[in-house]
């Protein structure tokens, strides 16, 4: 709920600086970015569960990349690739002693999005910015089987779904490269950190 608030609020900022911008020079530049994300919604969908299996999952967090170009110096429009891996063992959870090992699975989500960038207020060493993604994100899955004469494990029979991503974040640093910290849900994470570099045309 927090997120949602933060997010509508940067929509009221960016609409100042959207009308503002008409009166300005055009300027165009364009920016790429790479990012490192916390809890996205990716490591939390299709997780097999069975009653009799306990699993330990291994999340290592989502990496991305971004290219944006920009119009004018509030809107701009490009592309976002997610790479979010996970590791899952699961055990035997019935009545023996020492748990065997059913299986390893290993999961990799791939998010390709289109994405909208306003920078809604723009200083000499900071920017705030809000960001919309929205695609397609491909599952893959490797399963290793330790005693498949004993146990019986389906994989999940969806391979691809709908991504997407809403996000406020700041940028610290100057014109040309900054880092930034952003929050928000989605392929991105609810917490993601990186940095971005903008080259002029």
Known sequence: MNRN??????????LPALAQEEKQERHVSDEISIGYGFHPVS???????????????DKVGV????YTHFFNKV????????????IIDYTYNGLVTNNPSVCTLN???????????????TKKHLVFYTKFDAGVCFWGYTLKEFQPEYFAVELPDQHCCFAWQAAAGIEVGNERIAGFLQWGVGMEGSQSIGIRYKFNK
């Not at 490591?43 to 999952?57: K, V």
């Not at 999961?107 to 207020?121: A, D, R, T």
Request: charge should be negative; proline fraction near 4%.
């Open 107 to 121: 999961e990799s989500c791939h998010s390709v999005m289109g994405h909208v960038k306003l920078n809604c207020i």
């Open 5 to 14: 608030i933060m997010i509508a609020l940067a929509l009221a900022l960016c």
């Open 43 to 57: 490591g939390d969908e299709f997780l097999p569960e069975s009653s009799n299996f306990r699993h330990w999952i």
């Open 63 to 66: 990496i991305y990349g971004t």
């Open 75 to 86: 809107v701009g429009v490009g592309g976002t690739y997610c790479f979010d891996p996970r």
